[in-house]
């Protein structure tokens, strides 16, 4: 995916406090981890989830003086299993189960990772109170395994929405919006009509990530 309109390491970070459990979804090579760590402090909890072996080595060495961080090597999806993850060719953060996705539509290799659900890691968060969504296309996956935490997580999410990408996936924005609003989420300081009307304006590699809560 290309460039983002938001400044994403910030969007999170107001939320946080000193022992807060944090997920984060799509942790690549463990930047954002390593912010939300050092935000929740040794007495938090930040999940890292990354199903590329060699962004999960990066990410491991990155965060290996934090023990308040903890990584799963998988994807979030709407079920356990497994699936094909197509490589980016320039940057590993473009993989996507979707070789569409890749920037010029094509992989530079693909392998198959593990599947989790949402719903399964979080319930091994301790004190959870925020949850990052970034994988390239798979937003709604990851929702459809996180039917528990929609309904029952009182907290914030940081979801990153790209109409092409969700496209290329099979399914739409409105889509994944309408799984938040079922259970009361609401963009923070805006709205969902609002967060619709952005996405029509924007081009076909762009993105931007919202903030929800409830």
């Known amino acids: ?52 072996e060699d962004n999960l080595r990066k990410a491991i060495a990155r965060c290996a003086d934090m023990p308040q961080v903890e990584f799963v090597h998988a994807a979030c999806a709407g079920a356990n299993g497994s699936r094909v993850l197509y490589l980016g060719v320039e940057r590993r953060s473009h993989n ?51 039917a528990a935490t929609l309904a029952r997580f009182d907290g914030v999410w940081q979801i990153e929405l790209w109409p092409f990408g969700l496209e290329s996936a099979g399914t739409t924005l409105k889509t994944v919006v309408q799984r938040f609003q079922a259970t009361g ?9 609002e967060v619709v009307r952005r996405a029509k304006t924007i081009r076909a590699h762009t993105s931007f990530d919202v903030v929800v809560t409830r």
């Open 1 to 52: 995916m290309g460039r983002k309109t938001d400044v994403q390491d910030r969007m999170l970070l107001p939320f946080l406090r000193l022992g807060d459990g944090v997920i984060d979804v799509g942790a690549n090579i463990g930047n954002y981890t390593e912010r939300f760590a050092r935000a929740v402090g040794p007495t938090g909890h930040v999940i890292g989830i990354e199903p590329d």
């Open 96 to 146: 996507s189960f979707w070789q569409r996705n890749i920037p010029g539509g094509k992989a530079n290799k693909s392998r198959p990772c593990e599947l989790v659900t949402l719903d399964e890691v979080a319930a091994t968060a301790r004190g959870l109170r925020a949850i990052k969504v970034d994988t390239q296309g798979a937003e709604l996956l990851v929702l459809k395994g996180a």
């Open 185 to 193: 989420w609401q963009p923070h300081q805006t709205n969902w009509l």
